[in-house]
């Protein structure tokens, strides 16, 4: 029986390692007493196993744990239920990586358009991706459309809604929708409008937005739940998926293994990250794996495209792509706001940046 490959950091003292592991081995898979287990394939198959233990720091230790994957049921939300439902509850565990057997990759699917797909709506066969966002909280749609207009007008790739708009009564969805894609018709540039409310709500906006011509939406996994998400992924195969971390950050899990390896799997296209040096706390060394957990060859899965993101400036540009290289989407909002009546040209520049960068 096909297992998952699941590391977790522990802090603990040397004495009391093993007993702990075994713990978070059991409480992840049958959460009860081993010893009143009766049933031979319960206790050969279910239970989970520790398959090593090696210390990382002073009283720190990787634990390897193995996890029947028929616990899962393909379902989204009972994967992470699996990994780290109840030990998420325990303040000494953080869940830091998972390995998936190729049989679940394949039902859980991974992003349906990735790199590729998100570089073939840009006409972008090489250079990074550009993208902005619609800000801020309060204004009406015919606001929020002029300035997506100017964006476009700048020559931008694909222009987002912040992710706390949601279907609001100063921008409501279908009125936002309407108005933003009217603005940006003959434009190249792409709308991003986000997802929010209950499933069915999320199932009647993505309607809006297709009969507006958008193919391109984002949502929040961690907010809308990880189920719902796969379920938006699998019934909408010709709409691509941008991923938003609000929320994330409320779980002990490694952000490579949260981002670039969860979120992907599920069908995220693109996923949005802190980059470090901006608004949030995220190293240079965290920000490079979640990159590379995105876009490196796993189960088959398509690439999906790195989104770093969270106070970024024109000025970083360069930067940023010597650091990421070019497989990447560049996210710049309030440092291109900021510019007020020049948006249109701090756009331009933003843009002309990434197109004019030395690509190798």
């Known amino acids: 029986m096909a297992r998952l490959q699941a590391t977790y ?22 959460e009860m007493p081993v010893a009143a287990i ?10 989970g ?10 009283d720190l230790y990787e634990a390897k744990i193995s996890l029947s994957a028929a616990t899962v049921g393909r379902d989204a939300g009972q994967l992470l239920n699996m990994l780290f439902g109840n030990t998420s509850i325990h303040d000494d565990v953080t869940l830091h990586d998972v390995d998936v057997p190729d049989d679940l990759a394949r039902a859980f699917g991974g992003p349906r358009h990735g790199l590729d797909g998100l570089r073939q709506q840009a006409r972008a066969t090489r250079r990074a991706l550009t993208c902005s966002a619609l800000k801020p909280q309060g204004l009406v749609a015919e606001r929020l459309a002029g300035l997506a207009r ?15 708009l949601a279907d609001q009564a100063y921008s409501p969805f279908a009125e936002r929708v309407a108005a933003i894609a009217g603005a940006l018709r003959g434009a190249t540039a792409r709308y991003v409008p986000s997802l929010t409310g209950d499933l069915d709500a999320m199932r009647s906006q993505i309607a809006i937005a297709r009969d507006a011509g958008v193919d391109t939406v984002m949502i929040a996994p961690m907010v809308s739940g990880l189920s719902n998400f796969h379920r938006l992924v699998a019934d909408n195969p010709g ?13 002990r899990i ?20 802190p980059n470090h040096g901006g608004r949030f706390g995220y190293s240079p060394d965290t920000c490079r794996a979640i990159a590379q957990t995105a876009l490196e060859p796993r189960n088959d899965l398509r690439p999906c495209v790195p989104v770093p993101a969270g106070g970024m400036s024109r000025e970083r540009v360069p930067e940023m792509l010597d650091f990421y290289g070019s497989d990447i989407m560049l996210l710049i909002g309030g440092g291109l706001l900021e510019a007020r009546e020049r948006l249109t040209e701090a756009t331009a520049a933003f843009v002309a940046a990434v ?3 030395p690509y190798g």
């Open 9 to 30: 950091h522990i802090r603990c003292d040397a004495h009391s390692i093993d007993e702990r592991a075994r713990a978070v081995a059991v409480e992840q898979s049958v």
């Open 38 to 47: 009766e049933d031979e394939d319960v206790l050969s198959e279910i239970v």
């Open 49 to 58: 196993r520790v398959e090593g233990i090696r210390e990382i720091g002073t």
């Open 150 to 164: 100017r964006f476009a007008d700048g020559g931008i790739d694909y222009i987002k809604d912040d992710h706390g």
């Open 239 to 251: 709409v691509a998926f941008l991923a938003h971390p609000s929320f994330a950050g409320a779980a």
């Open 254 to 273: 490694a952000p490579p293994l949260h981002f670039g390896k969860l979120f992907r799997l599920l069908g995220a296209d693109a996923i949005v990250f």
């Open 355 to 357: 197109h004019n960068y």
